[in-house]
């Protein structure tokens, strides 16, 4: 018998009636995962141990870069879970992750994670970015030439130009 994994489980206030049913989840006692409960208020004053550097995040769209920002700098890995009702942020979308909790906890303690690039600008994770978009997408936006030619420059330019004034914190 292997010893039980842990992780933490960063969660906001309006799911703190519904903890009990994700701590006792079967596919978390199936794979002997046992969470450690972290209040997104109290996030700040978490040590991180060595040990112990994922966590399954339970907290509204709205607040993913506080703790995005957070993961980032303890180098932590996240498995994003839906809170019912909330709307769909361009970060949730742009993953295309699964609306459902049961499927998006599969997913977070799957062995295969989901690598993703973040941008921070003056301390703030940008989740509103080109970055998150498909590979299509950055193609459309990059060009498709490895070569630089003078006019591609001009368009790449632009283009990022363009698209800076879209980024939102």
């Known amino acids: 018998m292997s010893l039980p994994r842990t992780y933490y489980l960063i969660y906001s206030p309006i799911v703190a009636e519904q903890l009990a049913s994700v ?4 596919l ?7 969470l450690r409960k972290v209040k997104l208020a109290d996030l700040s004053a978490l040590h991180i141990d060595q040990e112990l550097q994922h966590a399954l995040l339970w907290v509204e769209q709205k ?5 995005l920002l ?4 303890n180098q932590m890995s996240l498995g994003f879970l839906p809170i019912k009702g909330d709307p769909l942020c361009h970060f949730f979308k742009a993953l295309a ?4 909790l049961d499927a998006c906890l599969r997913l977070a303690l ?13 301390g703030e994770i940008i989740t509103n970015g080109v970055n998150l978009e498909n590979q299509t ?3 459309e936006f990059i060009g498709d030439s490895h070569e630089l030619t003078t006019i591609g ?8 130009f363009l698209h800076a004034f879209s980024l939102t914190p």
């Open 110 to 122: 799957s062995q295969e994670p989901i690598i993703i690039d973040t941008i921070v600008c003056n």
């Open 23 to 26: 701590i006792a989840h079967p």
């Open 97 to 100: 992750l699964p609306q459902d």
């Open 137 to 139: 997408k950055m193609t």
């Open 28 to 34: 978390l006692v199936e794979q002997e995962i046992e």
């Open 70 to 73: 957070f993961a980032q700098k």
């Open 63 to 67: 607040d993913y870069p506080q703790v």
């Open 153 to 160: 420059k001009l368009k790449f330019q632009f283009k990022r």
